[in-house]
């Protein structure tokens, strides 16, 4: 769970950080601070076997509701996805009030 949150985070800063610059400029910035991200957390040895070797990319597709946008997708690697999805699973499931 900590990852999907550093993940978003991440993004959202870089966008933030290069507000001034083209959506090509800010998806580039975006993809190198994950690819870090990534790289991060395999070197603290959070969880490796979940990360190492593991991908997202990100990509700017076109929005169905409005084909004059653009919506960012994040094209994840199988297993990192799947660990992803457990992990949400389980913290809805946990009943944990915030």
């Known amino acids: 769970m900590f990852f999907s949150w550093d993940l978003a985070k991440t993004i959202e800063q870089q966008f933030q950080l290069h507000t001034n610059s083209s959506l090509d400029v800010q998806v580039y910035e975006a993809q ?45 690697s199988p297993h990192l996805e799947a660990l992803i999805l457990q992990a949400q699973e389980q913290h809805q499931g946990s009943g944990s009030i915030n």
């Open 32 to 76: 190198k601070a994950v690819d870090r991200l990534i790289k991060q957390y395999v070197q603290i040895q959070a969880n490796p076997a979940a990360f190492e070797g593991q991908s997202i990319k990100l990509t700017l597709e076109e929005d169905e509701a409005d084909p004059q946008a653009s919506v960012l997708a994040l094209q994840t």
